[in-house]
């Protein structure tokens, strides 16, 4: 049974920094991208960041420069450092892991999701 458990959520100040851990557990043999998305009060879930099997990262826009995504392979780890944040920032954010396979099967897992409140 594959589980992802997010952590390093809370409540931080504007211009504060937060770092999010998503731990992927279970018979884990390969992940193709991982990726951080957030759902903010009232509005729909939406893409952060991605990271690829080879390290390639996208941001949206409004994280550009602040949020950085990376990825522990051997560990089946994922990372979001946010700095610099907004009160804009403040959401529920979810950590999933697309093309996963284990010896049994291949598809796409999502965490419980991590609350994130940025304070003014």
């Known amino acids: 049974q594959v589980q992802l458990v997010e952590s390093g959520g809370g409540v931080v100040q504007a211009g504060g920094s937060l770092r999010l851990s998503c731990a992927g557990s279970?018979?884990?043999?390969?992940?193709?991208?991982m990726s951080w998305y957030r759902r903010g009060p009232g509005n729909q879930r939406e893409l952060v960041a991605t990271?690829?099997?080879?390290?390639?990262?996208i941001y949206t826009d409004s994280v550009k420069g602040r949020f950085t995504i990376s990825r522990d392979n051997e560990r089946n780890r994922l990372y979001l450092q946010m700095n610099s944040l907004k009160p804009e920032d403040t959401a529920v954010y979810y950590c999933?892991?697309?093309?996963?396979?284990?010896?049994?099967?291949?598809?796409?897992?999502w965490g419980q999701g991590t609350q994130v409140t940025v304070s003014s």
């Open positions: 999933k892991f697309e093309g996963l396979t284990t010896p049994a099967s291949r598809g796409d897992y």
């Open positions: 990271i690829n099997g080879v390290g390639t990262t």
């Open positions: 279970g018979r884990i043999v390969s992940i193709n991208a």
